[in-house]
């Protein structure tokens, strides 16, 4: 059995198996995405591109961390389905205004709703999805007669989605500005990972968590999620998907290399003749990363994914012990070991 072999050991589990169970656990609420998506929907045009935004989403992730703390609280699974399908709607809204914040036509070597359907429609889509996701509160009313319970996941869910904006609003002065200090630019991290706070803390609020327990997995999903937001700036600073000129230009400096611009006065001119240049070529690219491991700047980015998964899971040490539990730890060693291995 999938779970069983995941939980053999505390080294020896498979990234495959885990990668499995997550996706295992999500797809109840992917289908009910699907279905939400399209709900009352007749205009062909707008559920054409609906039909795409289906295709395209495909988080596992959010839905099954929602699902896990749950279980990790004493609840069933299938209790925060509602949540889970909550944060997915607006996630899926949300990610389609940031590609047009960002002007992403492709992402993840796919294009995006707003490379396949241009700026006006997708903006109308997310539009539509982040409406959605509200509505589907009533499904929670209906299932559910306890109104303090109601009232604390539409409060995470507002504290989750101001907090989002907030970070948004911040990355949009760091673009091409080697002047962002490490800290702002951490805070800006920490702020884009209120989703995953909000699915940990909904989903214990869900499953009937303690305070104690509720406030120990929000915790808990705020540094997982600072985790993977560290592991994508590797990556992009690695160029490894290609888009390192795009993000250059249109969006933060990724913190590898804001770090190595901060090193010396030498590395600043240097990376700043660097971001100046359009386009930027291959050849830019490799000097941006040379510039990253002559300063050590991905051992800096380990060093304080490192830290904050110790404070992950000193979090989830708060909570009694279970296979939900047990699967919330693997999802954080992964995180480090895949910021281990990028920053070899």
């Not at 054409?48 to 839905?63: C, E, G, M, N, Q």
């Not at 004493?74 to 209790?79: D, N, Q």
């Not at 959605?132 to 007669?145: D, E, N, V």
């Not at 808990?220 to 600073?237: P, Y």
Request: proline share 3%; hydrophobic share 40%; glycine share 6%.
């Amino acid at each position: 059995m999938l779970l069983g072999k995941t939980m053999s050991g505390d080294g020896d589990f498979s990234s495959e198996d885990l990668t499995a169970l997550i996706k295992k656990r999500s797809q109840r609420v992917l289908r009910k995405f699907g279905l939400a998506a399209v709900s009352g929907v007749s205009d062909p045009q707008l559920l054409s591109i609906l039909h795409d935004v289906k295709a395209y989403w495909k988080d596992t992730f959010r839905p099954a961390l929602t699902s896990f703390c749950c279980e990790a609280v004493g609840g069933k699974p299938e209790a925060a389905d509602i949540v889970g399908l909550m944060i997915t709607v607006v996630g899926a809204g949300l990610g389609i205004h940031d590609d047009i914040i960002d002007k992403s036509l492709n992402k993840h070597f796919r294009m995006t709703i707003l490379g396949l359907h241009g700026p006006d429609d997708a903006l109308l889509v997310g539009d539509l999805l982040i409406i959605k996701s509200w509505a589907t509160i009533g499904g929670m009313l209906r299932k559910t007669c306890q109104p303090k319970k109601i009232a604390n996941v539409i409060e995470a869910y507002e504290s989750f989605f101001i907090e989002l904006c907030e970070g948004e609003f911040m990355e949009i002065s760091c673009r091409q500005n080697l002047d962002t200090e490490l800290e702002y630019y951490q805070k800006i991290l920490w702020k884009s990972t209120a989703d995953t706070e909000a699915c940990a803390r909904l989903g214990a609020i869900l499953g009937d968590g303690s305070e104690n327990e509720i406030q120990a997995l929000a915790e808990f999903g705020r540094r997982l999620g600072f985790t993977f937001r560290l592991v994508d700036d590797v990556k992009d600073s690695l160029n490894i998907e290609g888009n390192l000129p795009h993000r250059l230009e249109h969006e933060s400096v990724p913190l590898p290399i804001l770090y190595a611009a901060k090193s010396s006065r030498e590395k600043f001119l240097k990376i700043n003749s660097l971001l100046e240049k359009s386009p930027i070529t291959p050849l830019d690219v490799g000097e941006f990363l040379r510039c990253c491991f002559e300063t050590e700047a991905f051992t800096y980015v380990h060093k304080i994914a490192k830290q904050n998964a110790r404070e992950a899971s000193k979090k989830l040490s708060l909570l009694r012990p279970s296979t939900a539990r047990n699967v919330l730890s693997l999802m954080n060693k992964k995180s480090l070991a895949d910021i281990a291995n990028l920053c070899r």
